[in-house]
Every structure is written in structure tokens, then in C-alpha cells.
T-cell receptor
């Protein structure tokens, strides 16, 4: 089956530092990758959609200068949380699919738990 | 606006049957997904319905009525490991997934 990995699985950082999270599709080429954020006891919130080789599309209310997304290859997307603050502490989950339109199942990574002190 | 409604929490007994309902109002419809999410983990895919009717997959079944904007996930022969959150998500006309808040299912012995 399709496997998506994330690294790191958890990270603790000081306020003001930047954190990079990697999302990799291990056995398939992901044309589209999605980044979600999930706060405790809440549903998944889509942050942005990224297609390989083009700029990410951010959801309303998500600061693109704070959450930098790079989708440089068909198997790797990165999310960088710049100048992280305690309110950015959350569970960040990526997913990957093989298409940009029509039904394509999203395969989820295991998530990255970010804690900003 | 777009809206997905499902109960916040449900409790059931091991070995029993439970039905988790989901109602939706979205701009367009390209299918409805059910995902299972254990605490601290990412969601895992359970089912996909795009046509009306019941899809059965082992102990889990999912039903869809597009005219009513309604779906349910049916879990049979409940096991303790089924304790998790169950997320309903609808793919809208732009092929974006709209997520419900999830239903926390608690299984008691």
C-alpha cells in the first residue's frame, strides 16, 4: 500500500525558532500533498495544498510567510514553521495523493507533534 | 457555507453494534469518506461512498443517501481497539475534503 512518512514525529522548540517538517511518499509519486493542523479534540484543518513544482495554495487565514511550504519533488514536501510561538503548538499532518482532480485517495503521514515553549 | 455534522461522542459495549451518523451540506459532492483516528495518530482510511447505498467491508459498513445529505458508519461486533475518533469527510465540487469534527467512540467492556 501507499506509505507516507513524516519527520520528525515530535519536536520541542523554543519560541522564535524555526522548525522544518518533512513529508515523504515512500512508494509512490505524489503529485499533490496536503498539510493539515489539528488542535486537541478538534477536526483536521487544511492549511495548504501543494503541487510539485508550483507554489502552494493556502487556505484562508493561514499565513504563507509563517508556514513555508516547498514541494520540490514528487516524493517530498516540507513545511517550515518560521518564528514559532506557543500558539503554533499543534499536531501537523501531511497527506499525499496521486492526482490534482477527481477522486484520489489521500494517504496520511503519521503526523508531527510540535510543542513550542 | 459548508457544514459537516456528526455527534461529538458515543459510548457502546464490547460485542455490540454502533451507528455513527453524519449529515452534510456542501457545494457539490464528489464522495464521502470515513476515517478512523486513534489518539495521537493520523487518520486511517475506512471507506468511500459516492453512490447511494450500503458498502460493507468486514465489520464496518458505510451507507450514503445523497438526496438526504446523510451517511452513517456501522460498526459490528465491537472490540476494545475500535475505541477511536471517527471522522466523516466530504469531497466538494473542487475536490477538496471538508472534514467533520469527528465522533469519539468509547467502548466499554
Amino acid at each position: 500500500g501507499a506509505v507516507v512518512s513524516q519527520h520528525p514525529s515530535w519536536v520541542i522548540c523554543k519560541s522564535g525558532t524555526s522548525v522544518k517538517i518533512e513529508c515523504r511518499s515512500l512508494d509512490f509519486q505524489a503529485t499533490t500533498m496536503f498539510w493539515y493542523r489539528q488542535f486537541p479534540k478538534q477536526s483536521l484543518m487544511l492549511m495548504a495544498t501543494s503541487n510539485e513544482g508550483s507554489k502552494a495554495t493556502y487556505e484562508q487565514g493561514v499565513e504563507k510567510d509563517k508556514f513555508l511550504i516547498n514541494h520540490a519533488s514528487l516524493t517530498l514536501s516540507t513545511l517550515t514553521v518560521t518564528s514559532a510561538h506557543p500558539e503554533d503548538s499543534s499536531f501537523y499532518i501531511c497527506s499525499a495523493s496521486t492526482g490534482t482532480t477527481s477522486y484520489n485517495e489521500q494517504f496520511f503521514g503519521p503526523g508531527t507533534r510540535l510543542t513550542v515553549l | 457555507g459548508q457544514n459537516i455534522d456528526q455527534p461529538t461522542e458515543m459510548t457502546a459495549t464490547e460485542g455490540a453494534i454502533v451507528q455513527i451518523n453524519c449529515t452534510y451540506q456542501t457545494s457539490g459532492f464528489n464522495g464521502l469518506f470515513w476515517y478512523q483516528q486513534h489518539a495521537g495518530e493520523a487518520p486511517t482510511f475506512l471507506s468511500y461512498n459516492v453512490l447511494d447505498g450500503l458498502e460493507e467491508k468486514g465489520r464496518f459498513s458505510s451507507f450514503l443517501s445523497r438526496s438526504k445529505g446523510y451517511s452513517y458508519l456501522l460498526l459490528k461486533e465491537l472490540q476494545m481497539k475500535d475505541s477511536a475518533s471517527y471522522l466523516c469527510a466530504v469531497m466538494d465540487s473542487n475536490y477538496q475534503l471538508i472534514w467533520g469534527a469527528g465522533t469519539k467512540l468509547i467502548i466499554k467492556p
